[in-house]
């Protein structure tokens, strides 16, 4: 037997038309669902059905079986406007399908529509490729429900450091002065924003702020810090507050307070408040004599007003002969 060409066996391939029913079988498993409807709306066959076309056996139904008014009105527009332009078409549209389906959730599908004609170029129906975008308009939402999320909390971060960069301005004596303290306090932000990020946006634990905002900032931390109680979720907004207060109290005690102190330690105690929320308790000890914000500072109006304030709870700042003691009531609004 005598061998052909290899160039021969090629055109001889390529002549061929692929099987139509092979192609159709192709699509199984695919996202593509492929159907066919007479000039009537009636379901003559289907390939490869899921989504809403596996909601039942739909052939020789029609389409307003499936299709509310709604869907239905913006199908048959699409369709008039393939026969007006003959060139293929595609429309979106949300379909809920009948309650005796037992699939009550909508539907979002992308159909493209082919126009079929026979063999005198009348309109015998059309040809449907259909597509489930529920998953797609899904992720498309919470992106822009997470972008809007992200400008609203910047904007309120921005509103965070314009009044931090004022309050503290306004009473610091010298540039340098104002430059560490406002530095810092917008460290201490950072931070908190970090931990914010970490948990995908939904707040901290409280453990994990008290690690960032002190344990990691104090160089030396056996027999110094100790941390003890509960540990409640706090959602953004009183991380972001809650990181300032340890801020300012673990700045003061390592600046003027008792961890300058080769015996000074710090307390950190959370307790579970009820229905009410949670209570933050720092004790440091000894106290040093100027171990205690001044009853005019900025620092001193953080702890008391401005950080209470915005967790929906109280703040007071005790100074004794033995320890300075500060006491925060975080909302139950506050906890995640």
């Given at each position: 037997m005598t061998a052909r060409p290899s160039h021969e066996i090629g055109l001889e391939y390529r002549s061929e038309m692929p099987d139509k029913d092979l192609v159709l079988k192709s699509l199984s498993g695919s996202a593509v669902t492929i159907f066919f409807q007479d000039v009537e709306g009636v379901f003559r066959?289907?390939?490869?059905?899921?989504?809403?076309?596996?909601?039942?056996?739909?052939?020789g139904q029609k389409e307003d079986v499936v299709l509310g008014?709604?869907?239905?009105?913006?199908?048959?527009?699409?369709?008039?406007?393939?026969?007006?332009?003959?060139?293929?078409?595609?429309?979106?549209?949300?379909?809920?399908?009948?309650?005796?389906?037992?699939?009550?959730?909508?539907?979002?599908?992308?159909?493209?529509?082919?126009?079929?004609?026979?063999?005198k170029r009348d309109v015998e129906g059309f040809v449907c490729s259909s597509i489930d975008i529920s998953e797609q308009l899904k992720r498309e939402q919470t992106l822009k429900n997470l972008l809007r999320e992200v400008a609203?909390?910047?904007?309120?971060?921005?509103?965070?450091?314009?009044?931090?960069?004022?309050?503290?301005?306004?009473?610091?004596?010298?540039?340098?002065?104002?430059?560490?303290?406002?530095?810092?306090?917008?460290?201490?932000?950072?931070?908190?924003?970090?931990?914010?990020?970490?948990?995908?946006?939904?707040?901290?634990?409280?453990?994990?702020?008290?690690?960032?905002?002190?344990?990691?900032?104090?160089?030396?931390?056996?027999?110094?810090?100790?941390?003890?109680?509960?540990?409640?979720?706090?959602?953004?907004?009183?991380?972001?507050?809650?990181?300032?207060?340890?801020?300012e109290l673990v700045t003061n005690a390592l600046v003027h307070g008792s961890l300058t102190r080769p015996g000074g330690r710090v307390e950190i105690n959370c307790e579970d408040l009820g229905d009410y929320g949670f209570r933050l308790t720092w004790t440091e000890s000894p106290r040093v004599i100027s171990s205690a914000p001044k009853a005019k500072s900025f620092g001193r109006t953080m702890l008391e007003r401005i950080v209470p304030s915005a967790v929906n709870g109280q703040g007071t700042l005790d100074i004794t002969d033995d320890a300075v003691i500060y006491s925060l009531d975080i909302g139950r609004t506050e906890i995640v």
């Open positions: 066959w289907f390939v490869n059905p899921q989504s809403l076309w596996a909601t039942g056996d739909l052939t008014s709604e869907a239905l009105k913006k199908l048959q527009e699409a369709k008039r406007t393939v026969l007006a332009s003959g060139e293929r078409g595609a429309v979106e549209l949300a379909v809920t399908p009948p309650n005796d389906t037992g699939d009550p959730r909508p539907f979002y599908i992308k159909l493209t529509i082919e126009p079929a004609f026979d063999a609203h909390r910047s904007k309120n971060m921005l509103a965070m450091v314009l009044s931090l960069s004022g309050q503290t301005a306004r009473v610091a004596s010298t540039k340098d002065e104002f430059v560490r303290r406002f530095t810092g306090r917008l460290q201490s932000l950072a931070k908190s924003q970090d931990v914010i990020t970490e948990r995908d946006w939904h707040g901290s634990a409280f453990s994990d702020l008290v690690k960032r905002q002190v344990i990691d900032v104090v160089p030396f931390q056996d027999g110094h810090i100790e941390v003890t109680g509960e540990d409640p979720e706090l959602g953004p907004n009183g991380t972001l507050h809650v990181g300032l207060a340890l801020h």
